[in-house]
């Protein structure tokens, strides 16, 4: 059976990811661009380990067919031929499905509502909230492919998040919005302050895009970790390749993503394959 890592880059929009110079992402196949089907981290991420992928937009079909269509893609990412949408139920959990066929199961995740904590991590052997927003070089340094154990790693990456790695301090900090806080016990918001900015001010257009080139520049470097990853995957490595959602930056007034109704809060890169021969390092 094939190893299968699945990366998220959080909030990474499809445009800004287009814009990137990529030369490692594209190794596993063409970018298209999907539909994430919620417009934030925590229920776009349940939908994926329920086995569901980002979608595309058909017209002219029930969206049942879609959804068998989508559970049976999984025999080709694990190397079966016989897993239907019958397989899933009653627990509709992707990570069940995988353990009952042998996987070793490793989540790693860089949104704290993403915590270990949360019925997220149902089902992992292995799963936890990393010390570190940005961190996917340290998720890379210890994934371990084993000959005898396929292994399935679900990737959650804090880079394309705000503040898209950004050092620069004159910007608003956003309570709640960086994604970086760890206690989230001691996360106080006051009667009055929810969804203020600190700085009391929003963001200037030059602002935003300052901060959709920083999400730009985060997606090339993720791609150039995952450079790293591609070196010590066995050719049996099926990657699939996307974020959670979008964001916004200044269109229509919007900043971010969530409470928001916009097509760019939707619109997210898909790849999905395994690396073309001839690119993956000789062991």
């Not at 776009?44 to 989508?70: C, D, N, W």
């Not at 900090?173 to 760890?182: C, D, E, L, Q, T």
């Amino acid at each position: 059976m094939n190893h299968i890592v699945w990366i998220i880059m959080d909030s990474c929009r499809f445009d800004a990811f287009a814009a990137a110079k990529i030369k490692n992402f594209n190794k596993v196949g063409e970018v298209e661009k999907r539909y994430s089907y919620a417009s934030w981290t925590s229920p776009s991420h349940y939908t994926f380990l329920m086995g569901m992928i980002p979608h595309k937009s058909p017209s002219g079909v029930f969206a049942s067919q879609v959804y068998r269509e989508e559970f049976k893609l999984w025999n080709e990412r694990i190397g079966v031929d016989n897993l239907s949408f019958k397989d899933f139920v009653p627990e509709l959990n992707l990570v069940k499905r995988l353990r009952d066929q042998g996987y070793k199961t490793i989540g790693r995740v860089s949104l704290p509502v993403l915590n270990q904590n949360t019925t997220m991590s149902a089902y992992f052997h292995d799963y936890k909230l990393m010390d570190d927003h940005n961190d996917f070089s340290g998720m890379v340094e210890n994934i371990e492919f084993r000959k005898n154990e396929p292994s399935f790693y679900f990737l959650n990456l804090g880079e394309t998040h705000y503040p898209y790695m950004l050092k620069d301090e004159n910007l608003p900090h956003i309570s709640g919005v960086h994604g970086v806080f760890k206690h989230l016990d001691d996360f106080i918001i006051h009667e009055g302050d929810e969804g203020k900015f600190d700085a009391g001010i929003f963001f200037t257009h030059p602002e935003m895009q300052r901060l959709k080139k920083q999400q730009i520049e985060a997606t090339e470097y993720c791609d150039s970790v995952f450079g790293e990853l591609i070196k010590k995957s066995p050719a049996n490595t099926h990657f699939i390749i996307t974020a959670d959602h979008g964001e916004l930056f200044g269109e229509e007034g919007y900043f971010g993503h969530g409470p928001i109704m916009h097509e760019k809060v939707f619109e997210i890169p898909f790849i999905e394959g395994k690396v073309k021969k001839g690119f993956l390092k000789k062991s």
